[in-house]
T-cell receptor, first 114, second 112 residues
């Protein structure tokens, strides 16, 4: 059984650019949640995908968008990058909706916006 | 939404001593409370969790207690070891909800 994987591990972008982060869920898990973790803070919920549909969104603007594919892997897209978007982006998968079931985190993608 | 507060933000203990981290939550509808350990450069790892129908849960050196009336829950680590050094996060989820609300983290250092 493979765990949650994320790519890339590190990324440097400039303000105004767009970025795509990728996540492969743990085998058998059909739900993926994305979190933003600023330095020294706890993870903040961005959104969740359950069976390819967005199912819940945190307090993030529409320039944060996502996708879930039939194999339950997922992408997080961020447009018009701002300096404050610099953070560790975490993906977590669960069997069933997060909030009701254990979720398992990947190692994260460290995004730096210059 | 839910608001989770966590204390202390930093904690240093001597190897072999106990460590206690406390969290409070605001929404009485919250019913699931996981604890995560995050080591440098890694994602959070679930170490123990508790549901609202249980007051205490133990797994070897780690235990979690829940007081629903006071809306607080705590992580207890006994016989601490240097490898316990990490950042610990508490979290809560609301019944029927679809997300976790995290505390701000506690950086635990176990001094050999």
């Amino acid at each position: 059984e493979t765990g949650v994987t994320q790519s890339p591990t590190h990324l440097i972008k400039t303000r105004g650019q767009q970025v795509t982060l990728r996540c492969s869920s743990q085998s058998g898990h059909n739900t993926v949640s994305w979190y933003q973790q600023a330095l020294g803070q706890g993870p903040q919920f961005i959104f969740q995908y359950y069976r390819e549909e967005e199912n819940g969104r945190g307090n993030f603007p529409p320039r944060f968008s996502g996708l879930q594919f039939p194999n339950y892997s997922s992408e997080l897209n961020v447009n018009a990058l701002e300096l404050d978007d610099s953070a560790l982006y975490l993906c977590a998968s669960s069997l069933g909706l997060a909030g009701r079931n254990e979720q398992f985190f990947g190692p994260g993608t460290r995004l730096t916006v210059l | 939404g839910e608001n989770v507060e966590q204390h202390p933000s930093t904690l240093s203990v001597q190897e072999g001593d106990s460590a206690v981290i406390k969290c409070t939550y605001s929404d009485s509808a919250s019913n699931y409370f996981p604890w995560y350990k995050q080591e440098l450069g890694k994602g959070p790892q679930l170490i123990i969790d508790i549901r609202s129908n249980v007051g205490e849960k133990k797994d070897q050196r780690i235990a979690v207690t829940l007081n629903k009336t006071a809306k607080h829950f705590s992580l207890h680590i006994t016989e601490t070891q240097p490898e316990d050094s990490a950042v610990y996060f508490c979290a809560a989820s609301i019944r029927g909800g679809n997300q976790f609300y995290f505390g701000t983290g506690t950086s635990l250092t176990v001094i050999p």
